[in-house]
């Protein structure tokens, strides 16, 4: 059974970092991309970061470039989004998912956890 | 504005067939492939569709996609109450080296 368990998500104020991360099990992590994916209240998917199954190949959507660092951690199963500078618009939930490769198609996501960006 | 097009609502009684587009452009849909998530209310969104057509398992044969040039489908077939979520389409972009979205559109069943 696979599963993907997000962590790390809250209340954070404008400025402000948060690392998220996703607890892996029940495939090969280290033989997928591995990608982070938000959805802000009410709103539609954004696509965040993906990371290529060794880590050799990062991409950013342009609006959290400079600022998120995706990386992975293939022998504990896990990913992270380090997430600094944070703005009010950076309030979403955030999903981890996996990927078939970098340019695939999402296999599985993760329930979500909440990041809230506020003063 | 997402890249990819998707009208924000479609509707349909038990038992029709609905179809949901997604309008893109040579960056993405013309060259990538299309893949399809559902999104039930307060849950996580799912694989419905991916590589254009082709179904994971454990997603009914009622549920397919169809892609020509830079337009992808959806199609729902014998509509069920249960079917009543917001779909989005997705695909890689080569000018913005990411996938992408559509807006997403919201299935009501009537």
């Known amino acids: 059974q696979v599963q993907l368990v997000e962590s790390g998500g809250g209340v954070v104020q404008p400025g402000r970092s948060l690392r998220l991360s996703c607890a892996v099990s029940g495939i090969t992590f280290s033989s997928y991309g591995m990608h982070w994916v938000r959805q802000a209240p009410g709103k539609g998917l954004e696509w965040v970061a993906v990371i290529s199954y060794d880590g050799s190949q990062k991409y950013y959507v342009d609006s959290v470039k400079g600022r998120f660092t995706i990386s992975r951690d293939n022998s504990k199963y896990t990913l992270y989004l380090q997430m600094n500078s944070l703005r009010a618009e950076d309030t979403a939930v955030y999903y981890c998912?996996?990927?078939?490769?970098?340019?695939?198609?999402?296999?599985?996501w993760g329930q979500g956890t909440l990041v809230t960006v506020s003063s | 504005q997402s890249v990819l097009t998707q009208p924000p609502s479609a509707s349909g009684t038990p038992g029709q067939r609905v179809t949901i587009s997604c309008s893109g452009s040579?960056?993405?849909?013309?060259?990538?492939?299309v893949h399809w998530y559902q999104q039930l209310p307060g849950t996580a969104p799912k694989l419905l569709i991916y590589s254009n057509n082709q179904r994971p398992s454990g997603v009914p044969d009622r549920f397919s996609g169809s892609k020509s040039g830079t337009s992808a489908s959806l199609a729902i077939s014998g509509l069920r109450s249960e079917d009543e979520a917001d779909y989005y389409c997705a695909a890689w972009d080569d000018s913005l080296s990411g996938p992408r979205f559509g807006g997403g559109t919201k299935l009501t069943v009537l």
């Open positions: 998912a996996s990927g078939r490769g970098v340019r695939g198609h999402f296999d599985y």
């Open positions: 040579s960056s993405n849909i013309e060259n990538n492939y």
